[in-house]
């Protein structure tokens, strides 16, 4: 009788733990959080929209976007990693902000390495005007990258699914010439950051024709980038765009001041390939022309390769000799 009882106790004490896993498991996987093409279009419509002014830098628009993505941080538990979300730093006698958010590693040991993920939230104010329309909302450039920082922002400080600490940085003064991007980079160069990688994404709001790889990357044969994130997806995520070469697109993006001052990995990621959209530096870049569906599916199809690469025990993302 005994050796029955304590049998039916331990076939218990297995059934309760097999039911806590399970409810670990649900619990685990209800916090990962939904994305939605709602929430991004709500962003882009805001980032877009006229009351910012084309978020030219120095702007009072500019605040506003400065401030719209601070209070985004804020709410979705991601901290400052200065003291304050600002990057600050001057163009002539005009004030620049560079929006800096830190999601620190949970590993002990590789918390200490730092992913840099970014994009630009400044644009150029005003262009030519087209039906009395001046404004260049520059939503596909570069609101729409903006978003998509922000949302892997979110996505890892809710799961703390990140081995190693991250960075969301978004860039002022881009249009400008790289200026934010340059002033971040030195200065954490200078603090001595164990900077790893860091990801640039760029005008990512319209999908590249059928047929062709989701995304390309610049400066595609300077590292082993774009094929290590493909094997983190298990999909052809990142492709060759012939014409990034010839167009110098890996330096004229604000990948390429981390590439200069950090020597790290540094690349600039773009499904937007100079014949899928007609309206760059246009008053016509506006939230209603963004496509949804494609930018929701390429958060989402990014999410397993940033992972990959974020958690990955050794550093397996390098330069190649050039």
């Not at 049998?7 to 297995?14: G, N, S």
């Not at 993920?117 to 570069?142: F, P, Q």
């Not at 012939?242 to 690349?267: E, G, T, V, W």
């Amino acid at each position: 009788m005994k050796n029955i009882i304590f049998v039916l106790c331990i076939a218990l004490v297995c059934a309760c733990s097999s039911r806590k896993k399970k409810e670990v498991s649900t619990t685990e996987e209800l916090s990962k959080p939904e994305l939605t093409q709602q929430a991004i279009q709500t962003s882009m419509s805001y980032l877009a929209s006229d009351e910012l002014e084309g978020r030219a830098t120095g702007t009072a628009g500019l605040e506003k976007a400065a401030v719209y993505i601070e209070n985004y941080l804020k709410a979705n538990g991601i901290k400052p990693y200065f003291k304050t979300y600002r990057d600050s730093f001057k163009v002539k006698d005009i004030d620049g902000y560079n929006i800096v958010g830190f999601i620190e590693g949970q590993d002990p040991v590789l918390k200490n390495e730092f992913v840099i993920l970014g994009g630009h939230y400044d644009h150029i104010g005003k262009g030519k005007t087209v039906e009395g329309d001046s404004i260049a909302n520059g939503a596909n450039d570069d609101a729409s990258g903006t978003l998509a920082a922000m949302e892997f922002g979110r996505y890892f400080a809710k799961t703390k699914s990140n081995k190693r600490s991250i960075l969301i940085t978004l860039y002022d003064a881009e249009e400008l010439g790289l200026l934010g991007s340059s002033h971040l980079a030195t200065r954490l160069k200078d603090q001595g950051i164990n900077a790893y990688t860091m990801l640039n994404f760029e005008m990512i709001g319209v999908p590249r024709a059928e047929g062709e790889i989701m995304a390309y990357m610049s400066g595609y044969d300077k590292s082993n980038f774009a094929e290590k994130l493909n094997a983190y997806a298990n999909a052809e995520v990142i492709g060759f765009f012939d014409k990034a070469k010839q167009m110098s697109l890996f330096r004229r993006s604000d990948n390429y001041p981390f590439y200069k001052a950090l020597q790290i990995p540094a690349h600039a990621i773009s499904t937007f390939d100079f014949t899928n959209f007609d309206y760059y530096h246009h008053v016509d870049d506006e939230a209603d022309k963004m496509d949804y569906d494609h930018m929701l599916k390429f958060i989402n199809t990014m999410i397993p390769a940033l992972e990959g690469m974020i958690n990955a025990p050794n550093k397996e993302v390098i330069l190649n000799n050039e």
